[in-house]
Every structure is written in C-alpha cells, then in structure tokens.
C-alpha cells in the first residue's frame, strides 16, 4: 500500500478513536456538566416544549408552568415572587435558567426520571411533565425577612435554619426582582435590562453568593481556639482600649476606643470581652492560641467551604496568616476574613446544636406527577466542630452578649453583633448572629454598608433587630411523627 496512503487511513482512524472516546466520556461522564449548563442551547429550546414540574413551599406554589397563545409552555411565580426570587431564579427562552431552577433543572424537566440521554433525544418531546420540588422554607418567614430587608430599603441577606437537621428556614436577599418579567418573552428584554443595570446586583442571592467580612461575629471561632488552647469565661485578657500590632506601629483598637468595659484599661474576664466585644482582649487570646488554632477552628466552623443547594454559592475565607500582626486582624473578622449569610447561620447553629455541625439543605423532597416521592433530603452531620462542653461555654457567653446589650425580656436569644469595615470612607457592613435553642432556629443577618445608619451603624443597632424579629416569628419544629402523646 502506498505510505501517504497507509499514513491517512492511520490519521484517519486514529481520528475517529479520538471521536468515540470523546463522545462516550460526555456521555458518560460529562452529559449532567454539559446538559444542564444554563447557556446550552438546546436547554433554551427545550425549556418551551417542557412542562416544568412545580416548585411550592409550605403548600404554596412558587413555580409552576402554563402554555401561552403561541402554544409554548411558559414558567410563572404566582407567589411572593420578590420574596423567593434570589432562591429560585427564573426561566426565560431569551436569558435561560438561574439558582434553583438552573440547579435542579434535570428533576423539573424530568430527566431524572430514567429517560434517554439528552444528546440522544429529538427536541419534540412535547408535553413531557417534570417532577416537583418541594422546598424547607417557611413562606411566612420567607416573606417576613425579606420585608425586614426590603421595606428600609436595605442591601443584604438573613438565613434562618433549623439547627438540629440544616433545613433552611429562610433565605432572603436584598435588593429582588420580579422573575415574571424575564420569563415572559413580551417583556423579558426590558426587564433584563433593568435588572442588570439596578444598583445592588438584583440578580445575586446575597446569602450565598456574596461573601463579606464577618467583624466580630467571628469571635465566635476565635473563642473555640480559645477554649481548646484551655481559656476559660473567667480568664483574665487585656482591657485596654487599643494594642500595637506585633512587628508594626499600627494601633489596633476597641469600638469607639473605649476601655473594655468602660474602666481604666485593666484585665477582664472572657466572659466580659465577649459580651462587650472587646477587640484587643480578642487580639491577645488569638496571638496565645496561635494561627493553627484559629485556622482548624475555623475550618471546623466551615469557614472556606461552599454548601451544595442546587444553588451557586462562595466558600468565605479565613485568608493567609503569615505573621502576628495578620493573625491579630484575623481573630476579630477583619483583614482577609469573609463570610456568607449562611455560613455565619451554619456557625450559630453549631453553637446551638451542641457543637454538630449539619448540612444546609432548601430541597425536602422531589416528587414524580403522580406524587410518588423521588428523592428525600435526609439531614447529614459534616463534623462535630465543638465539643458538647464547649457548646455550652459559647451558648453561655452569647446568652451574655444578648443580655449585655437587650437585657432580659423572657425569651432564650443567645447572640453576637458584628461591624465590620471594609474599604476606605465606606460605612461598615453590620451582622447579627443568634438562636433560639428552644425553638431550634438559628439566624444570621448581614446589612451591607450601615444601612440607613451610617458610619455610625452598629450590628447591634441595625441587624439585631431583624434577627429578633425573625426569631420571634421563627415555627417550632414540629414533633416526630412517633413521638409519644402526652397522657390526659
């Protein structure tokens, strides 16, 4: 045979092995990363032909699909659309999916059901019902943080969940959207256009996608390094109103450069620098500790991971800790630290749940049309971040923080504030942290840059009461289905 001959028929050949095995890897193995990419094309047709199966929440339906006048299917949110919109997204035949309906795309659709591969189908699987999602999220909570947020006119997010098993309770995030507007092809491009150019990023959830430094929220981490290098609430720290960062000249000082405690600057208790938040008794605990203390408390706490909702979501950060002066900064949430909403929720519920720390999840259940269950949340422990003893410690010191700040009003609120700076001439972003061990709920609430307070702004002035209200409002759980009645 001639070479040149011999030579393409091996290119030729070695071509189409290189063709099969790509196309069994995305197949195999590739098809959900490829198929469900909210800019394939092909989702963007299909989305039309599918009757999306819903999504509802505590009985109420947040998602659901009807056929316009050009015969398509068209997705809808009849329900507290700028309530839930951060959470579910929307579907649009111009702008595709988003959040929840991008994330579980392949169950409402009905590809999980065991169907053809994707790649394999012809597009006119017209009238093809999708399975439902049923949500963990309490609409009237729903709606209630989100007015919280969104009355003041304020930018941020709040989380509330259930300590003992991670359901998410409420997740709200300001500014919203109307989602109608971009699912619906007459008024999609003008709505994309102003959701796109509106100040505040409307289309981000802001409890999982925008990760902020903590402040003093954190102190909550730095006081479990505390308490495993052997601090007790009755150690004796530093009051003074301001220290000198180890190796500079640069003064590190409490809120408002006051004394801790309002006295002379001399040593308190833990307990007491906890309840005032006293940054340079913080500051003298961590350089104790030490940065390897700090980092696998953090990392415990689940600082620097990013939780799977079927939502897009920031890891946080405690950042690089490469000398004294940044290990300081770090251990009362400042310099490189970062958070999100849910991450502070997951580290008070922590706290709350006698040091386990449970897997966040907004997905109870997935249900066929006939109503027959697909799948099932199931609540999961990541890591026990806390010991029971030192739960308990952290449970105390933050019924102490509460009751130093709002004093005692009969309920069970164990809390800490945080203000964190964050760029030059900014005003602080303000967080609340706390729980309700009775009721088993846990919050977190961050306003981005004071809200309407200012450079003055406080977590204490601004958050705390949004978390409260929250707390307040927040359902007990329900009892086990084979829990014992009361005898008459």
């Not at 071509?15 to 490829?34: A, C, D, M, N």
């Not at 040593?267 to 620098?273: D, E, G, H, K, R």
């Not at 990541?382 to 308990?392: G, T, V, Y």
Request: aromatic fraction near 6%; hydrophobic fraction near 40%.
């Amino acid at each position: 045979m001639n070479k040149s001959i011999r030579f393409g028929a091996s290119f030729s050949l070695l071509l189409i092995i290189t063709l099969l095995i790509s196309y069994s890897v995305v197949q195999g193995f590739r098809e959900e990363e490829y198929a469900q990419n909210s800019r394939n094309a092909r989702i963007t047709s299909e989305l039309k032909r599918i009757n999306r199966g819903q999504i509802s929440a505590g009985g109420e339906v947040l998602a659901e699909s009807f056929k316009n006048e050009s015969d398509y299917y068209q997705r809808t949110y009849p329900n507290m659309p700028y309530s839930f919109a951060p959470v579910l997204g929307y579907v649009s035949n111009q702008f595709g999916t988003a959040q929840l309906e991008a994330g579980f795309n392949a169950e409402l659709t009905g590809e999980k059901r065991g169907g053809a591969s994707r790649f394999l189908r012809t597009g006119q699987e017209q009238d093809q019902m999708g399975n439902s999602v049923e949500l963990t999220i309490d609409p009237s909570l729903q709606a209630l943080a989100y007015d919280q947020l969104s009355n003041p006119g304020y930018e941020g997010a709040i989380v509330a969940l259930r300590p003992s098993t991670g359901e998410v309770l409420a997740m709200a995030s300001s500014p919203s959207y109307d989602p109608n507007l971009i699912a619906d092809p007459a008024t999609a491009d003008e709505a994309w256009g102003a959701v796109t150019e509106a100040p505040g990023n409307p289309l981000l959830n802001h409890a999982m996608q925008e990760q902020l430094p903590p402040g003093s929220i954190f102190k909550i981490i730095t006081t479990a390094a505390g308490l495993r290098a052997g601090y007790t609430p009755d150690s004796m720290l530093t009051g003074a109103a301001q220290t000198v960062l180890p190796g500079t000249e640069i003064p590190l000082t409490n809120y408002g450069d006051q004394a801790c405690g309002g006295g002379g600057g001399g040593q308190v208790t833990l307990a007491t620098a906890f309840a005032l938040s006293c940054n340079t008794a913080f500051v003298e605990m961590s350089l104790a500790t030490g940065a390897d203390g700090l980092r696998e408390a953090a990392t415990a706490f689940g600082v620097g991971e990013r939780y799977d909702l079927g939502l897009p979501a920031a890891s946080g950060s405690l950042g690089d800790l490469p000398g004294e002066a940044e290990l300081a900064q770090s251990s009362i949430g400042q310099r490189d630290v970062t958070m999100t909403a849910l991450q502070a929720a997951v580290m008070a519920s922590v706290v709350a749940n006698d040091g386990k720390r449970m897997a966040p999840y907004v997905v109870r259940r997935v249900l066929r049309p006939d109503l027959t269950e697909v799948s099932a949340t199931e609540p999961k422990m990541l890591n026990e971040a806390l010991s029971p003893e030192e739960a308990d410690t952290i449970r105390g010191l933050m019924l102490g923080s509460e009751r130093s700040t709002y004093g005692y009003d009969g309920n069970a609120f164990a809390s800490k504030t945080g203000t964190a700076e964050h760029a030059e001439g900014a005003n602080p972003h303000v967080w609340y942290v706390a729980f309700d061990k009775d009721k088993d709920v846990a919050v977190a609430v961050v306003v981005k840059n004071g809200g309407n307070a200012g450079a003055g702004a406080t977590g204490g002035q601004v958050s705390a009461p949004l978390g409260r209200a929250v707390l307040r409002a927040a359902p007990a759980p329900a009892p086990a289905p084979n829990a014992e009645k009361p005898s008459r």
